[in-house]
């Protein structure tokens, strides 16, 4: 849920929802307490308690009174004059919240009204014998510092004196029923008010502040450098998204931070094995350059067997130092390309005859096989090129370990692309490390050993440069046989526009 449909949802729980529970109540409680106060009164009729018509109320519960103060004033309208009768009458009166007043001619002679004394405004405001010319069935309404409901009942005395029967009801009171009711609906609304605050009080915790929370938690251990935990927070809103981003750059942090850690320990293989192979013609170097100067070199033959070997070590540093130099590039991924149409057939050829000369001076047998035709042309870096092939002649020739090295080089066609095979005799690689040959200082006791010498970033390289000319390149091998380096790379074929 999103967090605008959250506090839409909080507005209706604190507003509309309290709102019709109170209703609710209200209809449930008004419909008892009438019930109620039928029974307890006696009624036949509903009375709406909560309708505001006071004036209804007191009606009907005078209206059975009215009835039975007429009926005995027709058999014997003389009662109306004994005041032990009168306040038996004014007695059930009041238990129905009312009392009794009695006229003859222009004198009060009983007032059942509370404190005893004679309310003169009120008996001023009384309606002259039969000044309606009948009986006022519901009874007149007087409206001045105390609301009144007046119900008038006019009869003769025996002795043909005009008397006047009033049953007066205070309207401005509260029957207790009426003030219970409205304590109870008072009750229930505070009640209500504050179950519906709680309950949204809970929910927001937990679809907010609870989330914002372990988001909090989580902040502070990232500041400490803490990235080992997981900010798992199930929710779809806005909130929900920001731990789920927060959570993704958590992972990134990490993945940085083991990347960078995996790449501290690369430099520093990196450093010691060029200090190892960068050591090794170099005492070499040292050793020769001696023997000249010992004079152990003493025939000419010797002498030049010496300075080929210098030559040769010195070739091995510059070429260990250009790959260091290539390495950087790499890794800063700034290698410089200079793209251009090669002729394969003719290009492959003179690689071969490049390496052949130095393959011949080691013994090592090397075959080039060529089907592709004489025309077919790629887009590639020459340069980079030689570089791939020299580098996987260079691993290939560090791995021969029988008697008589081969190295072949074959170039076949595979339809929209040329496909290069490297294959030699060497000792092979284990199934287990074949597919981590070309991942920087990746080294196998079987195949790779440090031993052998190299930086372990020449099939790296190799990988780098074709992946960026857009090809793809694997390896298979069988220990004891020999390893094959396989790449492809697309032919350049020219788009013929429609004149």
């Given at each position: 849920m999103k967090l605008k449909t959250r506090l839409a949802v909080a507005f209706l729980t604190i507003t509309i929802v309290p709102l019709l529970l109170f209703y609710a109540a209200v209809m449930a409680l008004s419909s008892y307490q009438a019930q109620a106060f039928q029974k307890e009164y006696g009624l036949t009729e509903r009375i709406d308690l909560f309708s505001g018509n006071s004036l209804q109320v007191f009606n009907r519960l005078t209206s059975r009174a009215q009835q039975d103060i007429r009926e005995e004033i027709e058999k014997s309208p003389d009662l109306?004059?004994?005041k032990t009768y009168l306040d038996q009458v004014n007695a059930r009166l009041k238990e129905n919240y009312a009392y009794l007043i009695v006229r003859k001619g222009d004198g009060i002679i009983y007032w059942g009204g509370d404190g005893g004394a004679v309310d003169q405004n009120l008996c001023r405001q009384l309606l002259e014998f039969n000044a309606m010319g009948e009986d006022l069935e519901g009874g007149i309404y007087l409206d001045g510092e105390s609301q009144h409901l007046i119900k008038q009942i006019d009869f003769n005395f025996t002795d043909d004196v005009p008397g006047s029967v009033f049953i007066v009801s205070n309207v401005g009171d509260l029957i207790p029923e009426v003030k219970s009711m409205v304590q109870e609906l008072l009750l229930v609304g505070i009640s209500i008010l504050v179950a519906a605050g709680i309950l949204l009080v809970i929910?927001?915790?937990?679809?907010i502040l609870g989330p914002l929370n372990k988001l909090q938690e989580a902040t502070k251990k990232i500041r400490d450098g803490n990235l080992e935990f997981t900010l798992d927070v199930e929710a779809d809103d806005e909130i929900g998204q920001l731990c789920s981003d927060f959570e993704e750059m958590r992972l990134r942090l990490k993945e940085n931070a083991e990347e960078k850690l995996q790449y501290d320990k690369e430099s520093k293989e990196l450093i010691s094995n060029i200090s190892h192979d960068l050591k090794t013609p170099i005492t070499?170097?040292?050793?020769?350059?001696?023997?000249?100067?010992?004079g152990v070199a003493s025939s000419p033959e010797k002498l030049d067997k010496y300075i080929r070997t210098i030559y040769n070590k010195a070739n091995d540093m510059d070429r260990l130092i250009d790959e260091l130099t290539f390495y950087?590039?790499?890794?800063?991924?700034?290698i410089p390309y200079t793209y251009s149409k090669i002729n394969v057939a003719q290009y492959f050829r003179d690689c071969v005859e490049e390496v052949g000369l130095d393959m011949e001076a080691r013994g090592i047998e090397l075959g080039y096989f060529n089907y592709v035709d004489e025309d077919v042309l790629i887009i590639a870096d020459a340069?980079?090129?030689?570089?791939?092939?020299?580098n996987i002649i260079s691993n290939s020739v560090k791995y021969l370990d029988k008697k008589k090295g081969i190295i072949n080089i074959r170039i076949k066609d595979v339809g929209d692309f040329i496909?290069?095979?490297?294959?030699?005799n060497g000792k092979g690689i284990a199934a287990k490390d074949l597919p981590n040959i070309f991942d920087r200082f990746y080294r196998t006791d079987s195949s790779r050993n440090s031993s052998q010498g190299g930086s372990g970033i020449g099939l790296s390289i190799v990988r780098k440069i074709i992946e960026d000319h857009g090809g793809r390149i694997w390896a298979t091998s069988k220990e004891g046989i020999g390893t094959e380096i396989h790449f492809v790379l697309r032919k350049y074929q020219e788009v013929i526009q429609d004149e």
């Open positions: 109306y004059e004994d929910w927001v915790y937990r679809s070499a170097i040292k050793g020769y350059v001696e023997g000249i100067l010992d950087s590039k790499i890794d800063t991924n700034r340069e980079q090129m030689k570089r791939v092939i020299n496909q290069v095979e490297i294959e030699d």
